[in-house]
């Protein structure tokens, strides 16, 4: 499957915009969600609004957690374009340390400032483990049960996650296409056997860690190294397919372990027809946002949070998330520059 640059730029996009969105309606609404785990009692809540004059932000807050599927499977895929595909020497041991320096990079300097306007202005209490966890990538291992851990602000935990793919990427880049289908449905099965078989406490220690989401990055590599053309001359179809699948998924427990299968397929169909200038710019700053909107939802909920309607609050919020995301963009870029020169 080759997909372009800017579809790759127009999913990310789409997929900050979901991510963005859930983490401010799910706070402002305190609407559950099966992220982490499934409860029917989460979907009967969601069904039951789902045709109301809510359910946009229902829908929002229950499902916007999709987006992190499509990130995970662009890292899948744009991992084995640059090291198979395009033939980029792979070296260990800078490989390594460049995606540290780059994850490290993005989440330190922010998460830092998180801290100390979180313990130092607002006065809340800080877990100093959990922020060291945080800070080394280490909170998805750690975090289990009745531990002393606290994922707050509950999005950093990404970098963890993201960090173990890098290195399973290590291990599984030299599989042939016919091994990854095979490693993609060992996942699939094990996304069945957490489902139904474990506590929900395991559960989240597994949707915190690359064995709950192995899956799409697999399958990102399977579509880099695969000449799929179906989605191109059938893209319609398989996005409208892909799309009842997903809801289906959303609100059905057997079909729960295709959400990211089918969300993959439902946002690259619709990358093919959508080429809206905001989307692409979201999707540039992506990196900036994921790392900046946790920090200003919490200036956001500490200082300037009022029971107005969401659409107001949400407006309120996405504003200063834009522009300083794009100040981040601009400083980081101009960091670069001057370390290459």
């Known amino acids: ?102 994850l490290l990079k993005l989440l330190l300097p922010i998460y830092v400032l998180y801290v100390l306007f979180d313990w130092g202005v607002f006065h809340h209490s800080t877990n100093i483990i959990s922020v060291l966890a945080h800070m080394t990538c280490t909170i998805n291992i750690l975090m289990y049960g009745d531990s002393p851990f606290i994922l707050s602000p509950g999005v950093y935990w990404f970098f963890g996650l993201i960090l173990q793919l890098y290195i399973l990427f290590v291990f599984i880049r030299k599989l042939s296409t016919k091994w990854l289908w095979a490693l993609a449905l060992v996942f699939l099965l094990f996304n069945y056997f957490i489902l139904y078989f474990v506590s929900e406490d395991t559960m989240l220690w597994c949707r915190l860690n690359f064995m709950g989401w192995g899956y799409p990055f697999v399958l990102g590599m399977i579509a880099a190294k695969t000449n799929i053309s179906i989605i191109e001359r059938h893209k319609s179809l398989v996005g409208l397919f892909s799309f009842i699948i997903l809801c289906a998924s959303l609100i059905t427990k057997p079909l729960t372990p295709f959400i990211e299968l089918s969300t993959i397929l439902c946002f690259i169909s619709i990358s093919y027809a959508c080429n809206n200038r905001w989307v692409y710019y979201l999707g540039i700053l992506s990196p900036s946002i994921f790392v900046i909107h946790p920090f200003i939802r919490m200036l956001f909920m500490n200082c300037f949070w009022h029971p107005y309607h969401p659409f107001i609050m949400t407006v309120l919020f996405i504003i200063p998330v834009i522009l300083f995301s794009w100040a981040h963009h601009v400083i980081l870029a101009r960091t670069d520059k001057q370390i290459k020169h």
Not at 7 to 23: D, E, F, P, R, T
Not at 43 to 63: D, G, P, Q, R
């Open 1 to 102: 499957m080759n997909l372009t640059k800017q579809q790759c730029i127009i999913i990310k996009g789409l997929a900050i915009s979901l991510i963005v969105l859930h983490n401010i309606v799910h706070l402002l609404l305190n609407i559950p969600c099966n992220e982490w785990s499934y409860d029917y009692e989460r979907t009967s809540l969601f069904l039951a609004n789902l045709f109301t004059t809510s359910s946009i932000w229902y829908i929002l807050s229950y499902a916007g957690w999709i987006g992190v599927a499509l990130f995970i499977f662009l890292s899948g895929y744009g991992l084995t374009k640059k090291y198979n595909q395009h033939q980029t020497e792979f070296k260990l041991f800078p490989y390594l340390k460049n995606h540290i320096i780059k």
